[in-house]
């Protein structure tokens, strides 16, 4: 059978994806964020999961003002990495898992989650960036090492949905891969955050204090990290910050108790807070 | 449906009102994700903004590159940064921008732990300074 075996939390800034196209990331700005990144390319390599459930935004590049899905589900074969206006990142076509994504939807849906099921869709940094980072760079001619299912969230119009819906999404994600015949090492990957408002008069703005209390809810009290309102993430934490509800679909995909194995946490990357959790399901 | 969120200071919630006013606007700006359309806008802005019924004032703030304008008007910044990018700006030195700062100061803020929550966190405080 299929088992989630880990979650992974980390922040999918653009001049990440940047830094590493452009081979600077031993430079003193960017060495501390990807020193934070060590442990978890060598951890990942030893876990070798077989699919990646990406949960992330599309930051207006497969979706403009015309469509705004709240949940839409990656079933395609592949997905390109798009252009987001400076030329498409230099990474690998992204490939899906058809059969466990299409098991996935129908198992979430007739689980009262409407998701919206995408056959055509290109992929940003909101995607790239995390298989960026935890697995290094990966030449645009070669493959990931593993497959993935895109899940986009819109967290750009407000509202998101609520960090409560995304915590009860990720279990019924987990339900529909726990249901799944082959034997798949499956891990989760929330991304987005953590604290950062990238317009207006308050750009700029990080809350560390509050960010390091999500990380440490993240493993010990995902419940009450999940009631966190919309109103806090986006005064406490920035308008963008509130990203971080896509962070419970992960935990919530994860068993009530997890052995946190790794944590990160690193102020600027750009304009962001950087922050990274890993988290394994006890077996 | 009421606004909780419109206390906070130098911030642009994009709700659906803004997303109503600004939704030519927004599709104007990512329509420049696309390499042959930041062609017809390099040859040519003028007309190719007409392709946008945008409102005048909308109109208006492009040509000024007037960023929190462009929020005011509807604009969201994940595409008024596709307007941005076809100006070869980054998201930080965009950033610098609105917050009217210059690039050094404002990359020397993040360097510092970013801009502090406090005092930050209602218009009442930014009213007081």
Known sequence: ?283 | MSKDYEDIPGTYVFDADRSREGYHLNMFCISLRIEKNRKKMKDDPESYLDKYPMSEQQKQAVRDRDWNGLLALGGNIYYTSKLAAYDGITFQDLAAKMTGTSREEYRDMMLRGGRPIEGNRFKSEWEKK
């Open chain 1, 1 to 283: 059978m299929a088992r989630v075996s880990a979650g992974v939390g980390c922040s999918h800034v653009p001049a990440i994806g940047v830094a590493m196209d452009t081979g600077i990331t031993d430079q003193p700005y960017w060495e501390p964020v990807f020193d934070g990144f060590k442990f978890s390319r060598k951890w990942i390599k030893d876990k070798k999961p077989d699919v990646v459930f990406l949960v992330y935004n599309d930051h207006c590049t497969a979706f403009s003002a015309e469509c705004i899905p709240t949940f839409a589900l990656g079933c395609a074969a592949e997905f390109q990495p798009a252009d987001e206006g400076w030329g498409a990142r230099p990474v690998p076509v992204v490939k899906g898992h058809q059969k466990l994504a299409s098991h996935i939807a129908q198992s979430v849906i007739l689980d009262e989650f409407d998701l919206t099921i995408m056959n055509a869709m290109e992929v940003d940094h909101g995607l790239t960036v995390p298989m960026s980072v935890m697995f290094g760079e990966v030449d645009k001619q070669d493959e990931w090492p593993c497959l993935v299912i895109p899940l986009c969230v819109n967290v750009v119009q407000y509202p998101p949905p609520t960090g409560n819906r995304c915590y009860q999404l990720g279990k019924a994600i987990r339900r529909a891969i726990d249901s799944y015949p082959e034997d798949l090492n499956v891990m989760v990957f929330g991304t987005g955050g953590m604290s950062h408002q990238l317009q207006s008069e308050r750009a700029g703005l990080i809350n560390s204090q509050w960010d390091k209390q999500f990380l440490d809810m993240m493993t010990n009290d995902p419940v009450a990290a999940s009631r966190i309102s919309h109103l806090e993430y986006l005064r406490e934490t920035g308008s963008e910050g509130i990203e971080m509800v896509m962070w419970l679909v992960m935990r919530g995909a994860l068993d009530a108790e997890v052995n946190e194995v790794h944590r990160h946490y690193h102020v600027p990357a750009s304009n962001t807070a950087v922050g990274h959790i890993i988290l394994e399901n006890k077996v």
